[in-house]
């Protein structure tokens, strides 16, 4: 059986054979067979070029701040969650609970973390309860209570929200 020499060789091979023409996709001068970084074909990396490699570097960056903001909000909303459901309910339902009635509700800020390079990341949580009445013909006459969590935080110039609600029952 022949041994099938390595595809991405082949690809660079065929890119130096090709008749390109003498300029490469910014307009500049090149010899036959040269790439358009002086080494790897199609980067266009050179100091020359470096504002289209810049501005895909921003965009990774844009993408990387992303993930780690989605990380942040989804790892504070999950502990918002498993403290929602470990509170007692006697403290959920008093008057000084960390959710209290839908019109005593208030805003604060929080801290979710720190970005690389020491940016604390802040956001702003409202959390508040609804009571749900029970069924009165019901023979488990149950008080229900909805916990709302909600996280508003922003990545560059918009505000995203997240929000999560856990049900309790007495």
């Known amino acids: 059986m022949k041994s099938r020499p390595h595809q991405a060789h082949n690809l660079e091979n065929r890119f130096h054979e090709s008749k390109l023409p003498a300029m490469d996709p910014l307009g500049e001068k090149r010899s036959s067979g040269q790439s358009f970084d002086g080494g790897v074909p199609g980067l266009g990396t050179r100091g020359d070029r470096g504002a ?34 470990r509170t007692p309910l006697a403290d959920v339902i008093a008057d000084s609970s960390p959710w209290p009635d839908w019109s005593s509700r208030s805003e604060q800020n929080v801290t979710l973390g720190k970005m690389p390079g020491g940016r604390v990341v802040q956001a702003s949580l409202t959390r508040f309860r ?9 023979e488990a006459n149950l008080n229900v209570f909805r916990l709302y969590s909600v996280l508003k935080y922003q990545i560059g110039e918009k505000e995203y929200v997240k929000s999560r609600s856990t049900l309790r029952m007495q």
């Open 130 to 138: 609804v009571n749900i009445p029970g069924d009165p013909d019901s």
């Open 52 to 85: 289209a490699h810049h501005e895909g570097i921003l965009l990774a960056i844009s993408g990387n701040q992303w993930t780690m903001m989605q990380t942040l909000t989804d790892a504070y909303m999950t502990r918002e969650t498993a403290l929602s459901n």
